[in-house]
Nanobody
Framework: QVQLVESGGGLVQPGGSLRLSCAASRNILSFVSMGWYRQVPGKERELVAMYTNGGSTIYADSVKGRFTMSRDNAKNTVYLQMNGLKPEDTAVYFC???????????WGKGTLVIVSE
């Protein structure tokens, strides 16, 4: 069973920055893709950023130019650097990994980001 553990959330003022981390329990190169999603109460979970082992990274239009996804293969960890945070970025942020064995992929439990004065 794959475990994904997110960290780095918290309270930040508008315009501020946070870096989220997602540590995987196995080699992240074994995954077809990894991504960050976010969800606010009453709304569907939405994609924030995702990379595939084919080398491409995609971002939601709402975060382009502000968020950057990266990874450290040696640490089996992916990151989401969030700059220029806005109140509408407030959400629980989840990490997801997909391989060839799990139809629905693997999810972490999430980390809460609150952007407020």
């Amino acid at each position: 069973q794959v475990q994904l553990v997110e960290s780095g959330g918290g309270l930040v003022q508008p315009g501020g920055s946070l870096r989220l981390s997602c540590a995987a329990s196995r080699n992240i190169l074994s995954f077809v893709s990894m991504g960050w999603y976010r969800q606010v109460p009453g709304k569907e979970r939405e994609l924030v950023a995702m990379y595939t082992n084919g080398g491409s990274t995609i971002y939601a239009d709402s975060v382009k130019g502000r968020f950057t996804m990266s990874r450290d293969n040696a640490k089996n960890t992916v990151y989401l650097q969030m700059n220029g945070l806005k109140p509408e970025d407030t959400a629980v942020y989840f990490c997801k990994a997909v391989d060839g064995y799990s139809v629905s992929g693997y999810w972490g439990k999430g980390t809460l980001v609150i952007v407020s004065e």
